[in-house]
């Protein structure tokens, strides 16, 4: 009778742990479960109050006032004189970039040198200062009284309150985003490929055209997209070194500013949702070229 217990006691001293295991592992995972939605409600709700609540206002707005008004609004010599600096720009902002940026990257990248270190942190000063203060520093710079007036009254040249001014300011808000995206691809993607170009006797030039820029292409593409989108929002620095004069140096933000305090809502709420467009179209732009550079990094894996 002994053997006969001791085989009807063992399948359930063995089955207790395992039942055990099992409740446990049920219970961790209702609890990640449970831990998992309440951090995507979290999540979501802080978008949409931040993010689309006021997406969804502007468009509420914008279609209360009527698709006619804003096209009336939108249509008056001001508006697209502001519409049209913002393009220019973005325009020019974009295409200035595309060569600093790469320059910028390639030689904070490819070149070690003492001053290395700093061109790197200088890189990033934008990103930090805020836009309002850079134009207020360009205008002690540049103004009447700033330290190169002399020279510039000596030329006869004017920069404040004129579109070299918007220029000035756009292109230093804008600066980190190209060289940022090239310089982290460079750094991937290293100097093997750039060496064996030059020892099969290519020229700096058919090595830049030929290897560099292939490699860096979708980058480059990235960091100039997020260029137009910063240029297309830039706001304080224009204003301040603009001074957003109708019809010469208003651009597309402080028009809307300029809207919103004279209480033409249909010029506001036009002009904020002809951004808004544009700016989605930007996201769609850069979720794209964001897909392809997870593709070429897996086939490169």
Not at 156 to 181: D, W
Not at 226 to 246: D, P
Request: overall charge neutral; aromatic content about 6%; hydrophobic content about 55%.
């Amino acid at each position: 009778m002994q053997p006969a217990e001791s085989t009807t006691t063992r399948p359930i001293e063995l089955a207790v742990p395992t039942d055990r295991a099992e409740a446990a592992k049920k219970a961790a995972s209702h609890g990640s479960g449970v831990f998992r939605a309440f951090l995507l409600g979290v999540v979501f709700l802080y978008l949409g109050v931040v993010l689309v609540a006021p997406l969804v206002a502007l468009a509420m707005e914008t279609v209360d006032v009527g698709f006619a008004e804003i096209v009336r609004a939108l249509g008056t010599p001001t508006a697209l004189s502001a519409l049209w600096n913002s393009v220019a720009l973005v325009a020019l902002a974009v295409a200035i970039n595309a060569v600093v940026g790469t320059l910028g990257a390639i030689y904070i990248v490819r070149h070690r040198h003492f001053a290395r270190g700093y061109l790197d942190a200088l890189c990033d000063l934008p990103l930090a200062v805020s836009p309002v203060m850079i134009g207020l520093a360009f205008i002690l710079l540049l103004g009447r009284d700033g330290v190169l007036a002399p020279v510039l009254d000596a030329a006869g040249v004017k920069i404040l309150f004129s579109f070299p001014a918007l220029l000035l300011a756009t292109l230093f808000v804008t600066l980190p985003f190209a060289m940022r995206e090239v310089a982290y691809v460079l750094e991937e993607i290293g100097t093997s490929e750039e060496e064996a170009a030059v020892t099969l006797g290519a020229s700096p030039l058919q090595t830049f055209f030929r290897v560099t820029l292939p490699n860096i292409r979708v980058a480059l593409s990235y960091g100039l997209m997020m260029t137009a989108a910063r240029a297309l929002g830039e706001f304080g620095a224009v204003l301040v070194l603009g001074g957003s004069i109708a019809g010469h140096t208003q651009t597309a933000t402080t028009f809307i500013h300029d809207a919103i305090e004279e209480r033409d809502l249909a010029s506001a709420y036009g002009m904020a949702a002809v951004l808004a467009l544009a700016s989605i179209a930007l996201l769609l732009v850069l979720e794209v070229l964001k897909r392809r550079t997870h593709a070429v990094t897996r086939r490169e894996k």
